[in-house]
T-cell receptor, first 116, second 112 residues
Framework: NAGVTQTPKFQVLKTGQSMTLQCAQD?????MSWYRQDPGMGLRLIHY???????DQGEVPNGYNVSRSTTEDFPLRLLSAAPSQTSVYFC???????????????FGNGTRLTVT | GIQVEQSPPDLILQEGANSTLRCNFS?????LQWFHQNPWGQLINLFY???GTKQNGRLSATTVATERYSLLYISSSQTTDSGVYFC??????????????FGQGTILTVHP
């Protein structure tokens, strides 16, 4: 059982380049989300999705795009990379409890991105 | 939005010692989780605990929702407990859809 898989593990970009961070989960979770982690700032939500075809913005969405065409995949796109986007990116997933409550969040191992 | 404050920011222990980490939050929550980020950067979910007490081996957690705080207890600490401990919450009514607000973490170092 792979859980949440992120690729690549490391990436270096030049300012202005674009790229897509991949995230896939095999737990049939409805909810998926992207966070970034910067030193001293904890994790901050970028975008999230409540199911295929449905996405919404989090706390720091500028400069990022997402789409959710399948339950399993939730890619994060950087359209024109900037040094301020140097960070560690985590993808996470959780399921919808049949009781209407919440479930534990499962994280991928992260992608360390450097923009020069 | 909701504010999450964790204390202490840093904690250094000798192996075998006990510790208590605290998480204060500024509003009512429907979702509170504790995570451990190990030295390799992996985030592991320790507890989903919007209220009450749970135990898992040497770790236990208590959330007093009416007083807006949660405590994580680590007993008989081991070097493998080192890392950063995060508290994360959501004040949304009902399902939070995996959207959490994180505290800044407590950095725990356990020396042999």
């Amino acid at each position: 059982n792979a859980g949440v898989t992120q690729t690549p593990k490391f990436q270096v970009l030049k300012t202005g380049q674009s790229m897509t961070l991949q995230c896939a989960q095999d737990m049939n979770h409805e909810y998926m989300s992207w966070y970034r982690q910067d030193p001293g700032m904890g994790l901050r939500l970028i975008h999230y999705s409540v199911g295929a075809g449905i996405t919404d913005q989090g706390e720091v969405p500028n400069g990022y795009n997402v789409s959710r065409s399948t339950t399993e995949d939730f890619p994060l796109r950087l359209l024109s990379a900037a040094p301020s986007q140097t960070s560690v990116y985590f993808c996470a997933s959780s399921y919808s409890s049949w009781t209407g409550g919440n479930s534990p969040l499962h994280f991928g191992n992260g992608t360390r991105l450097t923009v020069t | 939005g909701i504010q999450v404050e964790q204390s202490p920011p840093d904690l250094i222990l000798q192996e075998g010692a006990n510790s208590t980490l605290r998480c204060n939050f500024s509003d009512s929550v429907n979702n509170l989780q504790w995570f451990h980020q190990n030295p390799w950067g992996q985030l592991i979910n320790l507890f989903y605990i919007p209220s009450g007490t749970k135990q898992n081996g040497r770790l236990s957690a208590t959330t007093v929702a009416t007083e807006r705080y949660s405590l994580l207890y680590i007993s008989s600490s081991q070097t493998t407990d080192s890392g950063v401990y995060f508290c994360a919450v959501d004040d949304a009514g009902g399902t939070s859809y995996g959207k959490l607000t994180f505290g800044q973490g407590t950095i725990l170092t356990v020396h042999p």
